[in-house]
């Protein structure tokens, strides 16, 4: 059974920062790319930063230099790690696992809320 596990998310003051964690079960890891996407109330679910098994990363116009992917395969976790954060940002975020490169499946976990105000 496939897991995305995410933790992290909270309330933060703007200009403030957050790590989300995902920790992975059920797949082989290292053929997945893994990324975070978020949705705010009333628009569509966007992408955040993906990471492939290669290590290449591609980050949304909005938060280039403030948020990092990253993953760790000793714990089948990617990390992302949020910083300078603005309440723009406030939305649930999703953790993503896409094996598709290699006809594996595509699966999401539950959402974590990040919440940026004063």
């Known amino acids: 059974q496939v897991q995305l596990a995410e933790s992290g998310g909270g309330l933060v003051q703007p200009g403030g920062s957050l790590r989300l964690s995902c920790a992975a079960s059920?797949?082989?890891?290292?053929?997945?790319?893994m990324g975070w996407y978020r949705q705010a109330p009333g628009k569509q679910r966007e992408l955040v930063a993906r990471?492939?098994?290669?290590?290449?990363?591609n980050y949304a116009d909005s938060v280039k230099g403030r948020f990092t992917i990253s993953r760790e395969y000793a714990k089948n976790t990617v990390y992302l790690q949020m910083n300078t954060l603005k309440p723009e940002d406030t939305a649930v975020y999703y953790c993503?696992?896409?094996?598709?490169?290699?006809?594996?499946?595509?699966?999401w976990g539950q959402g974590t809320q990040v919440t940026v105000s004063s």
């Open positions: 993503n696992a896409d094996g598709t490169s290699y006809r594996r499946g595509d699966y």
């Open positions: 059920g797949i082989i890891y290292r053929l997945y790319t």
């Open positions: 990471i492939t098994s290669a290590g290449s990363t």
